[in-house]
């Protein structure tokens, strides 16, 4: 069932978020003025009356899909007109069509094609044939084909003619708009997705093995589960089918519509069964084809957008993750061979030392590790050890609690921190520039530390793709994963805002209105000038004209400078209006900012003018109540259980602390210290039923899990957030108990044929193989799937 469509794309936009259309029409305006998202939410929320910042991104992407469709219908009814067959009904259908698929089927017939069949038949003149005995059933068809036989025109015999007139009946029944239209819904509302291995790749595509003999109907397909069986295909493991509908003896249903739509029915007459016959043939060749890519586009792109919605979800909270704040830190990329790369930071981010230490195999030389560091702390005040996740990174955390024990006044903290994307950085040119001295090998301990101190900051240097918090974003769009995960970067980094005295070029590229070029700008102005000591300033930066500052302004922050201001988010354009509650309340503004007494007895309408509403009144009050106030959660660290240090150490029962690394639709990823994260399924995660997971957990919560199940052959290890559930007993993999979310449902059970679905994707270091089937043996535990079949 579709939405009647809207006059216009502000109306419809309206309607779909359930605001007024004068909203949508002022946000357009401001985003079409080149207003940013950011900078329309926090401070044109009079003109848009109080759209937020996920409506507003909601508005953007529909506003580019809507203007995309008129451009198409534009150019749809110029190409029909110019074969001058565009009629007013046609008009008025291409006209109504409400969104891109459907603009598509209307246009099929009328689309330029290479020479088909039926138009070299209509050529040779049957199409008075294929009408006739469409029109008139009680027509003997080869009787009547045969007044059509012409050797000039190509038509043999008889037989030859009805097999054009066939042509163009098919190529008419496939070309219904309206038809097609209908037979795509039933299909996508009754069919399924069957995947089967493909004869000998039992072993190579082992990891696949949950989708060997496999059927889900499309609407119970989760994202993951659809990506992993395209995967699948593409690795040339599955063949995968777009069932219709459940397989039967009889003829299709869908050949009954079609029939149907076109009055054909089998009453004995003598053209029946070559009409029956027909439909049969345009449904098996031209229509379910069409179909199939129809709905395998849908299946991925509804796999896309969620995907990327999860991968936007969990790198947002990666990029808002509590920041361990200006705290000199040492930094250590973990390796074996290689060796420990060691970065010393001060608490401003600038590197002050860097070594190479080798405590592990096949050096051995710890005691020489543990005396450099000391050193190394010492000499630079360090407070914090930020130990990279990788490879050697549980024993290179031993070491750090060893130093921390020989040496306790140091009074030194060790935290682990996700080292995903550290090297992309380590070899990008913004790297080159900004330690241009330094060993590649280096940087990346350098870009650890300093992640510790401003996850935001020092993240937004690497490429969003590479921070390894998706589910197979290999697989996915590339223009619609970086737009996505742009706009939350961008969404980020203004909601927390940037000091523009110490800020990157790619943070202050990724500030409201600025652009790469502008961001270097600054940090060259600011090199040749000194700090900003006022917003003002910034409009002597080359090319920041008075849109980019307006767009700006509001969200760089200015510390100690003339101004007090500018180190809030009040926007300067708003500093009348404080000067205004300055003079009512006596105070200088430096008295009245922080000073909640004197500020919540002034009444926010008492300042409302005609250019500053209520809301942003309100805002003010607030931010000067509280002025630069960071959003981001308060630094805490999490506690690896001493003497679990790799997968064979854990054991059913266990209860540990740990920290979540990816969120997928399925259930979280959570890394306890044994190289390899555990999953702990949806079902798994809370005694209440759990639609997302994301309600209960986020990258980077610290968490107590109890290990159910280990499987160390399969690198699996299955957890709960539920202390009280039943853990598997030792030696017996799979077993557990009855496991369902309680208070609502059982994970959902899948039809037909196969096993479990699996989720992939990133998270940190090892993460699990692209078809992960964690998910089902969770499921199996939970005695919802055979252990051998999969179906119940």
């Not at 309680?742 to 479990?756: C, E, S, V």
Request: hydrophobic share 40%; proline share 5%; charged share 30%.
């Amino acid at each position: 069932m579709t939405t009647p469509l809207v006059g216009s794309i502000e109306g419809r936009i309206a309607a779909e978020l359930g605001v007024r259309e004068r909203q949508v029409k002022a946000a357009v305006e401001l985003l079409d003025g080149g207003s940013t998202v950011p900078f329309i939410a926090r401070y044109r929320k009079e003109a848009t009356e109080m759209l937020d910042d996920a409506q507003l991104r909601t508005l953007e992407e529909r506003l580019r899909y809507l203007r995309e469709l008129e451009e198409r219908r534009t150019a749809i009814l110029e190409s029909v007109r110019e074969q001058g067959k565009l009629t007013d009904d046609l008009e008025a259908r291409i006209r109504g069509a409400e969104t891109k698929a459907r603009l598509e089927d209307i246009y099929l017939p009328y689309k330029p094609k290479r020479r088909t069949k039926a138009q070299i038949a209509r050529e040779a003149g049957l199409e008075p044939l294929a009408e006739g005995l469409l029109g008139d059933p009680t027509v003997e068809p080869l009787a009547a084909a045969s007044a059509f036989v012409d050797a000039d025109k190509g038509v043999a015999d008889p037989q030859a003619a009805l097999d054009g007139a066939r042509a163009i009946l098919t190529e008419r029944f496939s070309e219904d708009a309206d038809l097609i239209g209908e037979l795509r819904e039933r299909m996508w509302v009754r069919g399924r997705l069957a995947a089967k291995v493909r004869e000998g790749k039992e072993e190579a595509g082992a990891k696949f093995a949950d989708y060997f003999d496999f059927a889900e109907p499309f609407t119970e397909l989760p994202s993951h589960r659809i990506l992993a069986m395209l995967r699948g295909e593409k690795e040339e493991v599955l063949d995968l089918v777009l069932e219709p509908e459940e397989p039967t003896d009889g003829p299709s249903s869908y050949e009954g519509i079609v029939a149907h739509k076109f009055q054909i029915a089998d009453r004995g007459r003598p053209a029946d069964k070559w009409l029956t016959d027909t439909v049969r043939w345009a449904w098996r060749t031209r229509i379910l084809v069409h179909l199939g890519i129809d709905l395998r586009l849908r299946l991925r792109t509804a796999a896309e957008d969620e995907a990327v919605g999860v991968f936007a979800a969990n790198l947002r909270d990666l990029l808002l993750a509590a920041p361990a704040g200006t705290r000199a830190t040492l930094g250590l990329d973990p390796g074996f061979r290689t060796g420990v790369k060691v970065a010393v930071v001060d608490a401003t981010g600038k590197v002050v030392a860097t070594d190479v230490i080798h405590p592990h195999v096949p050096a051995n030389r710890w005691d020489e590790a543990i005396a450099k560091l000391a050193r190394l702390s010492k000499e630079h005040a360090v407070d914090l050890i930020a130990i990279g996740n990788g490879t050697a990174s549980r024993e290179t955390d031993k070491l750090a609690g060893e130093l921390i024990t020989k040496h306790p006044e140091l009074k030194l903290t060790k935290v682990m921190v996700s080292e995903a994307g550290a090297s992309v950085y380590s070899a990008s040119a913004f790297a080159s520039q900004e330690l241009p001295d330094m060993d590649v090998s280096l940087r990346g301990a350098v870009s650890i530390a300093r992640r510790l101190q401003d996850p935001l900051a020092e993240l937004v240097k690497i490429d969003p793709k590479s921070i390894g918090v998706g589910q197979y974003q290999h697989d996915l769009s590339e223009v619609k994963l970086s737009r996505s995960l742009d706009a939350v970067v961008e969404d980020c980094v203004n909601g927390v805002g940037v000091d523009v005295n110490t800020a990157s070029a790619p943070l202050l590229a990724r500030v409201s209105g600025i652009t790469s070029g502008l961001a270097e700008n600054i940090v060259s102005h600011r090199d040749a000038n000194g700090p900003f000591t006022s917003r003002s300033q910034l409009k002597n930066v080359a090319r920041l004209g008075p849109k980019a500052y307006e767009q700006c302004a509001g969200f760089l922050r200015i510390r100690g400078g003339d101004d007090p201001l500018d180190a809030s988010s009040v926007h300067p354009e708003a500093y009348p209006v404080v000067r205004r509650m300055v003079k009512t309340s006596g105070q200088e503004v430096a008295a009245l900012i922080g000073n909640t007494g004197v500020l919540r007895s002034l009444k926010a309408n008492d300042f409302v003018d005609e250019t500053f509403g209520l809301p942003t009144v309100t805002d003010i009050l607030k931010e000067l109540e509280k002025p630069g106030r960071d959003p981001r959660p308060a630094f805490k660290t999490a506690t690896f259980k001493e003497g679990v240090e790799k997968i064979s150490d854990l054991a059913s029962g266990m209860v540990l602390e740990g920290v979540v690394t990816n969120v997928a639709a399925f259930g979280a990823f959570i890394d306890v210290g044994v190289h390899q994260d555990g999953l702990a399924h949806v079902s798994a995660l809370s005694k209440t039923f759990v639609k997302d997971p994301r309600d209960v957990v986020k990258p980077g919560d610290i968490v107590k899990v109890k290990v159910l199940d280990v499987d160390i052959p399969r690198k699996r290890i299955s957890l709960t957030l539920r202390l009280d559930d039943e853990a598997a007993p030792q030696g017996q993999q799979g077993g557990g108990g009855e496991r369902r979310q309680r208070g609502g449902r059982p994970p959902q059970q899948r039809q037909g044929r196969g096993g479990g679905g699996g989720g992939g994707g990133g998270g940190s270091r090892q993460a699990p193989p692209p078809a992960n089937s964690a998910m089902a043996d969770a499921l199996r535990r939970a005695g919802l799937l055979d252990p051998k079949k999969g179906k119940r």
